[in-house]
C-alpha cells in the first residue's frame, strides 16, 4: 500500500544548523497494516509523516502509495489519497469556518472544487449522523464556529475529516499529545473504531510506549532518521514496555534518555 | 459655515462613500478572507477608471467599458499573485511592485496625467451632478447602491460554492487546505484577482463619478479600504454576523468615512493634512486589539497565571 525506499532528508545543508533528519529510511506498509511509530526527540519520526505527506520533497529515495509514485507530486494533490491529523489541534480545522464547512471541504478531499453548492441539505444531515458517534454534543453545533471548540473536540472532528473520504493511508502526528489524559484516550478510542471500520493502512506516530503497544499490528522505532525496531504480528501482541527499553538500548547501542517516553512507562 | 452647508454636502459624500465602500469590499477579500495585505490596489484604483474612461471617450458602450476595466483590474492582481506564489515575494512587496508597475500602465492608458470626461457629451451611469435634483433612478445614490447589493449577493453565492469555500479554508487555515487537497497557491491568485477586479469596478465609478481620471486617484487607497472594513466591523460587528451582512457593513464603513471627513472638513480642518489624519486613524483602530492583548490582558488571564 505504502512503499517508502531509501529515502533522505537534509535540512539546512552546508550550514551549521545542518541536520540530517531521514538517512536512507525504507518502509513498506500492507494493507490494513495498523503500524505504531516511537523514538527519541529528533530521530524522525514527524520528518517521515512530512515526507509521505510531501509537506516537501525527498533529497533522495522514492515513496509511492497504492502503487502511484508520489516523490514528486506536490503536497494538496498527494491529499488525494491521505488522511491527516496533526499533532497542534489548531492545525487540523478551519477555525473561521463551521463544523459542517469544515467537513463538506474534507469531503470534497481529491475532487475538482467548480462553482457547485458547498454543502447540501443532504450532506449537514448525514453529517450530524456522523457526529453522533463522537460522543461529544458536537451535532447540535453543526453551525458553530471551529474556533470555539476545545482541543480535544477539534481533534475528533480532524481525525472525522481525514477518514471522511477513504484514505488511503491515514497518518496520525502525535494526534493525542496536546490532549489531557481523558481526552487523548477518547481520541485514541475512535481512532481504533474509524481505523478498524475500513481497515485503514495507518502510520500512527506517539510518544507513548503504551499506546503504541497497545494499539496497532505493527511497531516501528527510530533513531537518527532510521528505523531500528521493526515488530510485528504476533511478537508485537507479547510484547512489554521492558522488552522495548531493552531492545532500544541493544538497537541503537545507547540508553533510552528521552524523559516522555521514559516518563509514559 | 452654516449647518445647511454641511447637509447639502452630505448627498455627495454618501455617493462617494459608497463607490469606495465598493472598493472596501475587494479591500475585505484579501485583508479579512484571504489574510493578505494588497497593496496593488493602490495602482488598480486608477486603472479601473483608467480603461473605463478611455474606453467609453473611444465611443465604447457602459457595458463593455465596465467588464474590460474589471478584467483588467484582475488582471492586475494575476500580477501580484504570481509575483507572490511562484516567485516567493512577500504579499506586501509583491502588492508595492504591482502597484509601482501600474503608475506606468496607468499613464500610457491615459496618455497624460488628467483625462476629464464630460457628462454633457457621454451619457455617465454615475456623477457629482447626479446626486441631487435629478429623477430618483439617475441618482447615483440609488445606483450605487444597486451595484453593491448586486455585488454582494454575487459574492454571497460564490463564497458558498466549493470553490469560495476552498477560498476560505486558505485564508483561514493553508497548513489544512493542503493536507484537504485545496491547491493554496491558485487559491491566492484567484482571491487576489477578484479582489481587485473589483477595486478596478470601484475606480470606473469613482472617476465618472468626480468626471476625470487621475493618476493620483489611487494613492492611499488601501488605506481608506482599510478604513471603511474598520469602521464597518467596530460599528456593525456585533449586528451583522452573517457573510453577506458582513460586506454591507464594511460598504456602510465607506459611508461613515465620508460622513465623517465632510464633517471634518465642514469643521475647517487643514484639507493638507487628511491623509495624515486618515493614517493616524487606520493606524489607531489596526493597533488595538494587539494593544489590548498586550497591555491590558483580561482579568481572568491574570488570575489564572497568579494560581
Redesign the interface.
Known amino acids: 500500500m505504502l512503499k517508502v525506499e531509501n529515502i533522505y532528508k537534509t535540512f539546512n545543508a552546508g550550514t551549521i544548523n545542518e541536520k540530517t533528519a531521514l538517512n536512507g529510511l525504507s518502509l513498506h506498509l500492507e494493507p490494513g497494516d495498523f503500524c505504531t511509530v516511537i523514538g527519541g526527540n529528533g530521530a524522525g519520526k514527524s520528518t517521515l509523516l512530512n515526507a509521505i505527506a510531501g509537506t516537501w520533497y525527498v533529497d533522495e529515495g522514492n515513496i509511492s502509495i497504492n502503487g502511484i509514485d508520489v516523490t514528486k507530486m506536490p503536497e494538496h494533490k498527494r491529499a488525494k489519497f491521505l488522511g491527516r491529523v496533526f499533532q497542534d489541534p489548531m492545525l487540523g480545522t478551519a477555525a473561521n469556518m463551521r463544523i459542517d464547512e469544515n467537513l463538506a471541504i474534507a469531503a470534497r478531499r481529491g475532487k475538482a472544487r467548480m462553482l457547485s453548492s458547498g454543502i447540501t441539505a443532504k450532506e449537514r444531515e448525514s453529517y450530524k449522523e456522523l457526529l453522533k458517534t463522537l460522543d461529544l454534543g458536537l451535532e447540535d453545533r453543526l453551525t458553530s464556529k471551529v474556533g470555539l471548540l476545545s482541543g480535544g473536540q477539534r481533534q475528533a472532528l480532524t481525525l472525522l475529516m481525514a477518514s471522511l473520504q477513504k484514505p488511503e493511508v491515514l497518518l496520525l502526528d502525535e494526534h493525542t499529545a496536546a490532549l489531557d489524559p481523558k481526552t487523548a484516550a477518547k481520541v485514541l478510542a475512535k481512532t481504533d473504531e474509524i481505523v478498524g471500520k475500513d481497515n485503514l493502512t495507518t502510520l500512527m506516530i506517539t510518544h507513548n510506549m503504551k499506546d503504541a503497544i497497545a494499539h496497532g499490528n505493527r511497531l516501528i522505532m527510530m533513531d537518527s532518521g532510521r528505523i531500528i525496531l521493526d515488530i510485528k504480528g504476533e511478537e508485537k501482541k507479547k510484547l512489554t514496555v521492558e522488552d522495548l527499553l531493552n531492545r532500544f538500548a541493544i538497537a541503537s547501542g545507547e540508553e533510552l534518555n528521552n524523559d516522555r517516553m521514559i516518563l509514559a512507562k | 459655515m452654516s449647518l445647511l452647508t454641511l447637509f447639502n454636502a452630505m448627498p455627495g459624500a454618501i455617493a462617494q462613500g459608497l463607490i469606495w465602500g465598493i472598493m472596501a469590499i475587494g479591500v475585505y477579500i484579501t485583508y479579512k478572507v484571504l489574510d493578505v495585505a494588497d497593496l496593488s490596489v493602490d495602482g488598480t484604483m486608477c486603472t479601473g477608471g483608467a480603461v473605463c474612461i478611455m474606453m467609453l471617450m473611444s465611443g465604447a458602450p457602459m457595458w463593455l467599458a465596465l467588464i474590460v476595466a474589471v478584467i483588467v483590474g484582475m488582471i492586475a492582481g494575476l500580477a501580484t499573485g504570481i509575483l507572490h506564489t511562484l516567485m516567493g515575494i512577500p504579499a506586501i512587496l509583491a502588492g508595492i511592485l504591482t502597484q509601482l508597475g501600474l503608475y506606468s500602465v496607468n499613464l500610457k492608458i491615459m496618455g497624460k496625467a488628467n483625462v476629464p470626461i464630460n457628462n454633457q457629451k457621454y451619457n455617465l451611469m454615475v456623477s457629482l451632478l447626479y446626486v441631487k435634483n435629478v429623477p430618483f433612478y439617475k441618482n447615483t445614490i440609488l445606483i450605487v447602491a444597486i451595484c453593491i447589493l448586486i455585488l454582494v449577493a454575487i459574492l454571497y453565492w ?1 463564497f ?7 477560498l ?2 486558505t485564508g ?2 493553508p ?10 497557491k491558485v487559491n491566492i491568485v484567484l482571491g487576489l484577482m477578484i479582489s481587485n477586479g473589483i477595486v478596478a469596478f470601484a475606480s470606473a465609478l469613482l472617476s465618472q463619478y468626480q468626471g476625470f481620471c487621475d493618476i493620483n486617484m489611487g494613492r492611499g487607497a488601501i488605506v481608506i479600504g482599510l478604513a471603511a472594513v474598520i469602521i464597518g466591523e467596530v460599528v456593525f460587528g456585533k449586528l451583522f454576523h452573517n457573510f453577506a451582512l458582513k460586506l454591507v457593513a464594511v460598504a456602510l464603513g465607506g459611508v461613515i468615512y465620508y460622513a465623517v471627513l465632510q464633517v471634518v472638513i465642514w469643521l475647517g480642518f487643514d484639507t493638507d493634512l487628511l491623509k495624515l489624519l486618515s493614517a493616524i486613524v487606520v493606524a489607531i483602530f489596526l493597533a488595538i486589539p494587539y494593544v489590548k492583548k498586550e497591555y491590558f490582558p483580561k482579568k481572568k488571564q491574570t488570575a489564572k497565571e497568579d494560581k
Open positions: 460564490f458558498g460554492t466549493e470553490l469560495g469555500c476552498a476560505r479554508a483561514c487555515n497548513n489544512m487546505s493542503r493536507a484537504q487537497g485545496i491547491n493554496t
